[in-house]
Structure formats: structure tokens, C-alpha cells
């Protein structure tokens, strides 16, 4: 079985996906280490190859939001795509695992060289659009246990297993609502022998169960990212 490698990476034409990591060195992505504080400058650019990272919005009062994740399929740090040299949301690891790490110098250098890699991020920032857009309709309109599995099942796909990390913090993110709300959330999927959660520990027991419980935002998610992306699984 060839090795894991990150789906942006890996849709490039060969040599440009050499000459990309070329520039690139190996990191680990440790839970909860911040990669990227918004509006600060970009030194780098990370696409994971395992584990994922939480985009987070911060809002002055308030403990954040979780606007979106990023895993195998995408990459931190998109905006220097745009010529933007800061991120709009704080990047947080929600998924220990490990990463291509390559400087924001370099890689805007390759962008300029490689009409692949251009082409591959535009259509990566219009996903994320998408996935933005999603986000905030469901949380207006859909109920707190099926958007929580909607979350859920976006960190197995990231996670690459049934059995990952995940804190009452991050569950909170997630859904914008406090410990409570969280709680009476996962106990209703534990009680339907969807999930097993304890002291962080999330096991997604019945998968497709769990995508029956699943608000629509799941599916259509997916689909954006079939269509656009060829390389998501």
C-alpha cells in the first residue's frame, strides 16, 4: 500500500509534485499547538498528511468558533494563494499527525512557477468557501446532535480511523455552545450506540448510522469537494 500523502500534493503533475516537496521538510503536528494566529504574517505553509487542524474564528468575548478543518485534503496557510500574507482564522491542531512544512517565501516562489499548484489552490479556496458558507447556515438552522455528527464524521474522514482526540474544548468550537450543550449533544448519539466519548476520547461506533443522524451539510460537503477536488476519498 503506498504511504499516505497529502491529496493536494498528490494531484499535481509529477513534476511539479517534486519540485513542491522539494522545498518542503517533515514536521509533527502536536494537539492543540497553534500553527497560525489570524492576521499575523505567514511564515509557512503546512498540508497535513496526518491529523487536522481547526480553523478558528475569534471573536472579542467570546471563547471562538470553528469555521472549518483541514486535513490530508487541503492545506494551512491558502490565503498566500490570493497574494494575502495573513489568514483571516487562528489554526489549531485538533489531530496530532504530521505535515509538509515549507516557507512562505518558497512556496510563493513555486506558486509563480507551477500553473498546477495556482490552478490546484484556486480550486482548494473556493472548497473552503463553500465549507464556510455551509458552516454558518448550519449552525442558524439545523439542531445541536445532528450537526454535532456532521462535525464528527468530518474528523473520522481527517482522523483516518474511528478512534481520535477530541476535547469538551473542541466539541465546544465545533458547535458554538457551552459545556452543556456539548454534553447533552454526544450523550445522544452514546445513548443511540452511534459514538462511545470519554475524557476525550471519541469511537465512532456505527458510522452509518451515524451519517443517517447527520444534518444535509455532511453530504453536500462531500460532494463539493468530489467535484472539485478528483483526489478526495
Same mark, same amino acid.
Given at each position: 500500500?503506498?504511504?499516505?500523502?497529502?491529496?493536494?500534493?498528490?494531484?499535481?503533475?509529477?513534476?511539479?509534485?517534486?519540485?513542491?516537496?522539494?522545498?518542503?521538510?517533515?514536521?509533527?503536528?502536536?494537539?492543540?499547538?497553534?500553527?497560525?494566529?489570524?492576521?499575523?504574517?505567514?511564515?509557512?505553509?503546512?498540508?497535513?498528511?496526518?491529523?487536522?487542524?481547526?480553523?478558528?474564528?475569534? /471573536?472579542?468575548?467570546?471563547?471562538?468558533?470553528?469555521?472549518?478543518? $483541514?486535513? @490530508?485534503? &487541503? %492545506?494551512?496557510? !491558502?490565503?498566500?494563494? =490570493?497574494?494575502?500574507?495573513?489568514?483571516?482564522?487562528?489554526?489549531?491542531?485538533?489531530?496530532?499527525?504530521?505535515?509538509?512544512?515549507?516557507?512562505?517565501?518558497?512556496?510563493?516562489?513555486?506558486?509563480?512557477?507551477?500553473?498546477?499548484?495556482?490552478?490546484?489552490?484556486?480550486?482548494?479556496?473556493?472548497?473552503?468557501?463553500?465549507?464556510?458558507?455551509?458552516?454558518?447556515?448550519?449552525?442558524?438552522?439545523?439542531?445541536?446532535?445532528?450537526?454535532?455528527?456532521?462535525?464528527?464524521?468530518?474528523?473520522?474522514?481527517?482522523?483516518?480511523?474511528?478512534?481520535?482526540? /477530541?476535547?469538551?474544548?473542541?466539541?465546544?468550537?465545533?458547535?458554538? $455552545?457551552? @459545556?452543556? &450543550? %456539548?454534553?447533552? !449533544?454526544?450523550?445522544? =448519539?452514546?445513548?443511540?450506540?452511534?459514538?462511545?466519548?470519554?475524557?476525550?476520547?471519541?469511537?465512532?461506533?456505527?458510522?452509518?448510522?451515524?451519517?443517517?443522524?447527520?444534518?444535509?451539510?455532511?453530504?453536500?460537503?462531500?460532494?463539493?469537494?468530489?467535484?472539485?477536488?478528483?483526489?478526495?476519498?
Amino acid at each position: 500500500m503506498a504511504a499516505p500523502q497529502n491529496d493536494l500534493i498528490r494531484a499535481l503533475p509529477r513534476a511539479d509534485r517534486l519540485r513542491l516537496l522539494a522545498l518542503c521538510e517533515p514536521v509533527h503536528l502536536v494537539l492543540s499547538d497553534v500553527l497560525v494566529e489570524a492576521g499575523r504574517p505567514l511564515g509557512q505553509v503546512l498540508f497535513p498528511v496526518n491529523g487536522f487542524v481547526s480553523q478558528v474564528l475569534e /471573536v472579542p468575548g467570546h471563547a471562538g468558533l470553528e469555521v472549518g478543518m $483541514v486535513g @490530508r485534503e &487541503g %492545506v494551512v496557510g !491558502a490565503t498566500l494563494a =490570493l497574494d494575502v500574507g495573513a489568514a483571516p482564522v487562528r489554526s489549531v491542531v485538533q489531530g496530532a499527525g504530521s505535515a509538509w512544512r515549507v516557507g512562505s517565501g518558497p512556496f510563493g516562489r513555486e506558486l509563480q512557477a507551477s500553473a498546477a499548484l495556482r490552478r490546484t489552490m484556486h480550486r482548494y479556496l473556493y472548497v473552503t468557501q463553500v465549507q464556510l458558507a455551509t458552516a454558518s447556515a448550519c449552525r442558524r438552522f439545523h439542531a445541536l446532535a445532528p450537526r454535532l455528527a456532521r462535525w464528527l464524521l468530518m474528523s473520522q474522514d481527517r482522523a483516518h480511523h474511528a478512534d481520535f482526540l /477530541v476535547t469538551h474544548e473542541f466539541l465546544g468550537l465545533m458547535l458554538g $455552545v457551552r @459545556r452543556v &450543550g %456539548v454534553t447533552v !449533544a454526544a450523550g445522544e =448519539l452514546q445513548a443511540a450506540g452511534l459514538i462511545h466519548y470519554h475524557r476525550g476520547s471519541m469511537q465512532v461506533r456505527d458510522r452509518i448510522g451515524l451519517e443517517a443522524r447527520a444534518c444535509t451539510c455532511y453530504a453536500a460537503d462531500r460532494a463539493v469537494y468530489r467535484q472539485h477536488l478528483p483526489t478526495w476519498q
